[in-house]
Each structure stands twice: as C-alpha cells, then as structure tokens.
C-alpha cells in the first residue's frame, strides 16, 4: 500500500500551522494527531523539513531514538540509509529540536530545582564560579575542570556506571568523536573542549544495548535538548521509556556556534604547525590556542569566525537551559560559570561539594560574568524559530553562512519576526578598478 501520501497531509497541515502564526507549540500536532490513526512515513518528513534543507543541528536524536536503525550518521547529520526499515512510530520528528520548540512541558519534567530564578539564561536554583581542588584535572580540563569532577566523583561513588561524552582525535585533537566511557581513564582522557561538532549523543544506542546505567550524558544544548525530547516525547515506546529511566545526569556545555574542520586546518596554517601539535583552543572573546610544545598563540576571533558552523544559525539554546547542571567558561579564567538547574543536579554536585573535590567562589565576585551569559542566552533564544528561516541554498544565494551575525534589525523587546537577514556584502572590486576609483 502507497502511503506517502500521509507524510505529504502531515507536511502540508505543519506548513499551513507555520503560515497561519499558529503557537509553536502546536506545530507538533501536525504529526501527533497522525500518531492515533497509525502513523506515516516520518523519515521522509524529517529528510524534507530539516536535513535537505540544511537547517540539521546534528544533535542525532533522531538517529538514536529510531527503533529500527533507519538512520546512519556522517558530515554531522542523519542519513536515511535504511528508510524502508522504518515503521511509522515518528519518534525521529517528535524528538528533532529543530521542526518545533522544546516542549513548554520539558521544564516541569526535568525536575527544576524549587524556588526557580531566570535571569536570561533558563531556570535554575543557584550558580558559582567552580574549580576542580585536583589541580590535574583543573589544568586538563577546559577552564575549571568541573565536568570532568562531576564525572569522576560519580563514577567513584556509584551514582554512574557510564558517561556519553567523547575523545579526542589522535591526529587531530581538535576533533572528537562520542564515546561511552566507564572509566575514570576514559573520562579524563576525553577532557577539554573541542570547539567542532562532537555528537558525543550517539553512543547513548551503544549505553542502551548495553543496559549501562544510571548514565550521565555531557553535551552542548543542541544535543542537551535532543536528549530531552527523546526522554518526554509523548509517543511512549521502549527507547524513549530506557533514556527516561536511564539518564541520570545531564550536563549541557554553553555554546554560541561551533567551528568546521576547516577552521582546525586554517589554524595550524597560519601557525605553521600540524594539526596535531594544536592541543587545545579555547575561546575568550578571541582565540587562545595552546600548542603541543608549550607555545601559546592568539587569533582573532573574526577571522577564525569565518569557519563557524553554519547549521548553528538553527540552534537557539545558549547556556543549555534543559540541562540538570549548565557549565561554561565565562566570567572568571580557570573557573567554570556552573549552573544547578535541576534536583538531579543538586544531589550530584552536593555530593561533588561535601567530599571537597571542588572549590567555588560566589557570582558577586565577577558580577559581568552573569551579565553576559544572558546577554548571549537571549540573544539566540530570540531568534525566528529555525522552521520559519531560511534554508541553507538560500543563504548561500546571498553569501551569508556566519550563524552568529545573519540577523540584524533586531532590538530587545521586539518581535523575533523583526530580525532582518543583513543583506549580501558588495562584490569584491578588481584592484585596478578600486584604485582608479579611489583616484577619482
Ligand atoms: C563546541 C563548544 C562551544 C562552546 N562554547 C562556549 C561558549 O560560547 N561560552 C561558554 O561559556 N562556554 C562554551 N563552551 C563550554 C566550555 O568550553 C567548557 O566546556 C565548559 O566551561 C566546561 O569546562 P570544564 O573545564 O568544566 O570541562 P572539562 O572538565 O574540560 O570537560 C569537558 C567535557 O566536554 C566534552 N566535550 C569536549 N568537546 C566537546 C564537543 N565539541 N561537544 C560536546 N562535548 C564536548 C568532553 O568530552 C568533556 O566531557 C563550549 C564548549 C564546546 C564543546
Ligand atoms: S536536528 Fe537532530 S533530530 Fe533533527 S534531523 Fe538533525 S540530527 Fe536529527
Ligand atoms: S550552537 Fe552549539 S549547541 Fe547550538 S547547534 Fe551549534 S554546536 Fe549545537
């Protein structure tokens, strides 16, 4: 029987749901309302909406909530390599971020921590500046090392028996591949950022055939929020049902875009070094890069922000705001800005601060470091839905791929449909004809 007909009625009543300015958190009734009369062909839909369009985050939700192993994954997004697998369950389109919001029900469900604040940057209890009191893992980790803390004391206490985070490249440190870790070698191995895309969620399937658990899974929001939308979908079958079970700790990296590969090969140009000697870049209103023979070096970060992810334009969570606890590097150096959103969060990181392996020192004491987390958080939580922006072919058209500067127009306060796409830069004048203008 011929039923692509259903994901063309499903497609068709999302785009009218778009078009009429219907409240985004309706646009997954389009697929839902399908769900109780059988379901359709939701990887069509997904491939249609999403990935040939180029908006895919490569979060990998959809590739590790398929029941039936439809999806591969390669170049950062999902490929449907086994589509007549597929048996119209549409868990792939109910967990991807990008087709609609998160869930308004995803905030009660992740357990937030009571009394709630938002002051830009999602719901959370209580926050400090961190750092690892083991001064190795303060010194390998990104700034103060309090990821790898987290992990760690969970694995030694028992509260983990597995970590979805990733490791690093051997030949190219800068880039990293997920990984299921279970030991403490592992987790330390995997430290630092690596400022590319790392689809650490795509060994959650590994974790689950293993029944490894309770799992602690480290990511950045695109991938924070994948894992939330797996864990509450309302289409309750057994995978969604082992992540809602199994997860125990999530813990969401800040991030503004991440870089291509590209940009690691630019770098260890212009540094006339190879890609292996750059052991770790970190970014701090520019680019600080350490290399393997104990040199440090600085870029500008407008010139390395040519290499930004375009697909990041599509992401709008900053400072993980679905995560049990959000970590990122701002504010103090060698700290982490460490948020506790969630009850999970609390008893993990009480837990961290009662056998001393970290030490904190209170937010007032780098009072712009809160400033600017909400500052970057609004700036991409006001964004137009990535649904209503453009593709990718038509931001190529008027050569602007940069995620961080597409839009401007904008003031706070105004409707996110007022972002105005900055038009195309002037065609590049030949030097004779410049200079003979000039000259005039
Ligand atoms: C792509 C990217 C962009 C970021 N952008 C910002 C930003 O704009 N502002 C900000 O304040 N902070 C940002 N961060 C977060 C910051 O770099 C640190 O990760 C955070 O402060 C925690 O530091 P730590 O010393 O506690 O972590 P560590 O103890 O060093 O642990 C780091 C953990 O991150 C995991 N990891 C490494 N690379 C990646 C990756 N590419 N994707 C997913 N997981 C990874 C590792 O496996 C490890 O578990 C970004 C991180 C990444 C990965
Ligand atoms: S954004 Fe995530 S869930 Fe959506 S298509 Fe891409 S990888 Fe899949
Ligand atoms: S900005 Fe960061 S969190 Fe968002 S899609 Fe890009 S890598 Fe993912």
Same mark, same amino acid.
């Given at each position: ?25 309706? +646009?997954?009734? *389009? ?34 909530? =398929? ?11 999902? @490929? ?6 597929? @048996?119209? =369950? ?5 967990? =991807? ?82 990984? %299921? ?27 689950? !055939? ?7 899974? @480290? $990511? ?64 701090? $209103? ?12 600085? !870029? ?19 400072? *993980?705001?679905?995560?049990?606890? $959000? ?29 001393? +392996? ?29 649904? %209503? ?20 127009? +904008? ?18 004048? !030949? ?7 000039? *000259?005039?």
């Amino acid at each position: 029987m011929d039923l692509d007909h259903l994901t063309k009625e499903v497609q068709e009543r999302y785009h009218t749901l778009l078009e009429e300015g219907a409240d985004p958190n309706e +646009w997954a009734y *389009a697929w839902r309302s399908e769900y109780n009369r059988g379901g359709f062909k939701a990887v069509d839909m997904l491939m249609d909406e999403v990935v040939n369009p180029g908006k895919c985050i490569g979060c990998a939700a959809c590739v590790t909530i =398929c029941p039936v192993d439809v999806f591969d994954y390669a170049e950062e997004k999902p @490929v449907a390599a086994r589509e007549n697998a597929c @048996v119209y =369950c549409e868990l792939c389109v109910d967990a =991807c971020p990008v087709l609609r919001p998160t869930d308004q029900d995803i905030k009660s469900q992740i357990g937030l921590m009571e009394p709630v604040k938002d002051e830009g940057f999602g719901g959370y209890a209580y926050g400090v500046y961190a750092r690892a009191t083991e001064k190795v893992w303060a010194e390998n980790g990104q700034d103060g090392g309090v990821c790898t803390a987290l992990l760690l004391h969970g694995l030694k206490s028992g509260t983990l028996k597995g970590v979805v985070a990733g490791e690093e490249h051997a030949e190219n440190p800068q880039m990293g591949s997920s990984m %299921l870790q279970t030991t403490a070698e592992q987790v330390l191995a995997g430290a630092r950022s690596r400022y590319t895309y790392q689809p650490n969620t795509l060994a959650l399937v590994e974790a689950m !055939k293993k029944n490894i658990a309770p799992l602690a899974v @480290v $990511g950045v929001p695109c991938q924070v929020d994948g894992v939330r939308q797996q864990q509450h979908s309302s289409i309750r079958l057994d995978v969604a049902e082992w992540y809602r079970q199994n997860i125990g700790l999530v813990i969401g990296l800040f991030c503004s875009e991440s870089f291509t590969e590209k940009g690691i090969d630019w770098l260890a140009e212009e540094l006339e070094v190879p890609k292996k000697d750059i052991t770790n870049i970190n970014i701090k $209103g520019r680019v600080e890069i350490k290399l393997r023979d104990g040199r440090e070096e600085v !870029k500008s970060l407008k010139a390395f922000g040519k290499y930004a992810r375009p697909a990041c334009l599509y992401c709008m969570d900053y400072s *993980a705001e679905n995560a049990d606890i $959000g970590l990122g590097g701002i504010g103090i150096d060698g700290w982490t800005f460490t948020v506790i959103r969630t009850e999970a969060g609390h008893k993990a990181w009480q837990a961290l601060v009662a056998d001393g +392996w970290v030490e904190t020192k209170e937010f007032d004491e780098e009072p712009k470091g809160k400033d600017l987390v909400a500052r970057l958080s609004i700036y991409k939580r006001n964004r137009p839905l990535p649904a %209503l922006m453009p593709t990718l072919p038509e931001r190529e058209a008027i050569g602007n791929l940069d995620p961080k500067n597409y839009y401007r127009g +904008w003031e706070p306060g105004n409707s996110p449909r007022e972002w105005r796409p900055l038009p195309p830069p002037p065609p590049k004048k !030949k030097k004779a004809a410049a200079k003979k203008e000039d *000259a005039a």
